[in-house]
């Protein structure tokens, strides 16, 4: 796998719209969050300067933090996904071992499709792609939605394409490393799940055919 493949499969990804074991159908707070979720031009509140997001995952717990200045407009969408419960039950639906994990796609497909639109402007990019850091995966300029991935090890040669690190994992890297990698990437490459059965049928797609999947069971911005 080269950088290059990997900035090309990016784009069919986050074009497309994917989500990524078996959890529940929704995240926390139920019907309301679902509403909350279907508008993202209401999540648009300023992150704090720096901030921690914790992820309880099927592999245990990891820790996120984010500074805002690296990339202000990743960290601000970060932010209010977290804050809001976008990433409860998310699949990390492309992992490919000594390169990265890739996840943030609803399992919903309906709270998906409303952030498939919204998409926010390229930050420069002021920290380089080392292992741990946590960037958004793009289509194209100015096409950051919700899509994030994390560095497996030192991916300097994706800055020069424009991915912009907003934070790192600062504790539970280890958790990070044994996420399930056995699909690989999606086919004909590997043997993960087809992008277009996702996008229609979301996790249910995933729980039936893809069970080895780890996901999120909640993420939360650490007070």
Same mark, same amino acid.
């Given at each position: 796998m080269t950088?290059?493949?990997?900035?090309?499969?990016?784009?069919?990804?986050?074009?497309?719209?994917?989500?990524?074991?078996a959890a529940p159908a929704l995240g926390q707070g139920g019907v309301g969050a679902s509403a909350t979720l279907r508008n993202p031009a209401a999540l648009t509140e300023r992150a704090p300067a720096t901030f921690k997001a914790s992820f309880?995952?099927?592999?245990?717990?990891?820790?996120?933090?984010?500074?805002?200045?690296w990339a202000p407009n990743g960290a601000d969408r970060?932010?209010?996904?977290?804050?809001?419960?976008?990433?409860?039950?998310?699949? #990390?639906? =492309? @992992? %490919?071992? /000594?390169?990265?994990?890739?996840?943030?796609?609803?399992?919903?497909?309906?709270?998906?499709?409303?952030?498939?639109?919204?998409?926010?402007?390229?930050?420069?990019?002021?920290?380089?792609?080392?292992?741990?850091?946590?960037?958004?995966?793009?289509?194209?300029?100015?096409?950051?939605t919700t899509q994030l991935f994390i560095s497996y090890r030192d991916n300097a040669g994706l800055d020069k394409q424009g991915f912009a690190p #907003?934070? =790192? @994992? %600062?504790? /539970?890297?280890?958790?990070?490393?044994?996420?399930?990698n056995g699909y690989g990437d999606g086919a004909p490459r590997g043997k993960g799940p087809d992008q277009t059965r996702l996008q229609m049928e979301g996790n249910a797609y995933l729980a039936k055919e893809f069970g080895m999947l780890d996901y999120i069971k909640s993420a939360t911005i650490v007070p």
């Open positions: 950088l290059r493949s990997f900035a090309l499969i990016t784009v069919g990804l986050a074009a497309l719209g994917l989500t990524g074991r309880d995952t099927s592999k245990g717990t990891f820790v996120i933090e984010t500074t805002r200045d970060f932010y209010n996904l977290v804050k809001n419960g976008f990433y409860n039950d998310v699949r #990390f639906f =492309r @992992v %490919i071992g /000594g390169f990265m994990a890739q996840f943030g796609i609803h399992g919903t497909p309906a709270i998906q499709a409303a952030w498939r639109g919204a998409q926010i402007k390229d930050d420069p990019v002021t920290q380089s792609n080392q292992r741990a850091t946590v960037t958004f995966a793009t289509a194209g300029p100015n096409t950051r #907003f934070g =790192r @994992v %600062i504790s /539970g890297m280890d958790v990070v490393d044994k996420l399930y």
